[in-house]
């Protein structure tokens, strides 16, 4: 198994007046795995190659990213910050024993919003919103069989899509020692393992796959 990874990213910041400030900035990068897992067979003490299980694949990304992000002081007690991050991402799977490719192009954006509130010595509040990506990993789109036993084996999934998720954050500060978090996450397309049957051959597999939505509620409690 090869992995290259190559990225490159530029960022400026601006100091404004008042206290603001602006960011930006881009990054672009390109990742290329070579999958190949060959299976022999003995033949009457002669080495085959075993085609039904050997495995060759080959997946190209490409991640072009900028964003902005604007920062001040909203008065004398709150601070605010603005921004957001766009994201277009290409890439393509060759399976190169059966042929089978895959090409995908997408366009995503995620904002970011953060909101601080000092009520005085004692008590600070904070409100923070923010949409996040979670990539598969590169090993579960590639179709690779690995066997368990006989008749179990591990199977990647190349149809796997990300899993996106917005978080919303509402905190409080005490005498900047002891803080309390209440969260709310909304992750759709959640990826998970899943167990299946092939009955016909009294086979059973694992593949990742984008089984469901959900929503996670929690509070936090730090001191510090």
């Known amino acids: 198994q090869d992995i290259n990874i190559y990225s490159a990213k530029v960022d400026y910041t601006h ?3 008042n206290g603001a400030k602006f960011e930006a900035g881009v990054k672009t990068s390109f990742v290329k795995t070579d999958n190949n897992a060959i299976y022999d067979s003995l033949n009457y003490g002669v080495r085959v190659r075993d085609i039904g299980r050997s495995n060759h694949f080959i997946y190209d990304e490409n991640v072009n990213a900028a964003y902005v992000n604007y920062s001040r002081p909203l008065g004398k007690k709150l601070f605010g910050q603005f921004g957001v991050r766009m994201e277009n991402t290409h890439a393509k799977g060759n399976q190169m024993i059966t042929g089978e490719k895959f090409t995908r192009n997408y366009t995503q954006l995620f904002p970011t919003a953060f909101l601080q509130f ?6 600070t509040f904070g409100l923070n919103y923010g ?3 979670e990539r598969p990993d590169y090993e579960d789109l590639n179709p690779f069989i690995m066997f368990l036993d006989k008749y179990t084996f591990e199977q990647g999934n190349p149809n796997l899509k990300p899993q996106f998720s917005h978080n919303v954050e509402l905190s409080h500060t005490y ?3 002891l803080t309390t978090t209440l969260n709310y996450t909304r992750t ?3 990826i998970n393992e899943v167990l299946e049957q092939n009955t016909d051959r009294n086979e ?6 984008n089984i469901a939505n959900q929503q996670q509620f929690g509070i936090a ?3 510090g």
Request: no cysteine.
């Open 221 to 223: 409690v730090s001191a």
């Open 118 to 123: 000092k009520a005085n010595e004692k008590h």
């Open 15 to 17: 100091p404004l007046k």
């Open 204 to 209: 059973t597999f694992v593949k990742k796959q």
């Open 175 to 177: 005498k900047g020692f």
């Open 188 to 190: 759709t397309d959640i």
């Open 131 to 133: 949409r996040r990506i």
